[in-house]
């Protein structure tokens, strides 16, 4: 992917990025293990709406170690889930299973991003009940684009239960 805006080096990611929300509502978690990827993707959320905060993780077994430590500890949990499907180790859709298989993040709206247009990578998704399926796309501009779809529907619109 090619942003014309970008450094020649991304800064390396390792937390949070963003500004919270008014009244705490909602974050993104975002589990991708290439930092490129995960670099243009937080940009863009950022041109979009520098409100909205995303926290990434590097890989699957960080999101699911986040994940348990925010139901063992009461914490909030992120209003959108958005995970890379091919992670080392712990890949995208075996943390979709996990979320779906613990009840307190089994109703998380989770969205695979991927590079991944294979179709049973995409049935694999859905029979784990994704809630959407994206494929990267290869230009800045598109995934602009998408992220503001992404925001818009997920985290302006869409109602999910307490």
Not at 5 to 19: E, F, K, M
Not at 60 to 68: D, E, M, P, S, V
Not at 92 to 118: K, N, Q, W
Request: charged share 20%; net charge neutral; hydrophobic share 40%.
């Amino acid at each position: 992917m090619t942003d014309p805006h970008a450094p020649a080096h991304p800064q390396p990611l390792g937390g949070s990025a963003g500004v919270p929300r008014p009244g705490g509502s909602g974050y993104i978690l975002y589990a991708e293990d290439n930092l490129t990827d995960a670099t243009f993707f937080i940009r863009a959320l950022s041109r979009f709406s520098p409100s909205t905060v995303c926290h990434h993780l590097e890989n699957g077994a960080l999101a699911y170690r986040f994940l348990q430590d925010c139901v063992r500890n009461q914490k909030e949990l992120p209003q959108l889930v958005v995970l890379d499907i091919k992670m080392p180790g712990l890949t995208g859709l075996d943390l979709l299973e996990h979320i779906r298989r613990t009840p307190e993040t089994a109703r998380l709206p989770v969205v695979i991003l991927s590079a991944s247009a294979e179709v049973r990578d995409l049935n694999r998704a859905y029979d784990c009940d994704i809630n959407a399926y994206l494929v990267k796309p290869n230009r800045y501009r598109q995934l602009t684009d998408l992220v503001k779809a992404l925001v818009t529907f997920w985290i302006l619109n869409n109602q999910v239960p307490s």
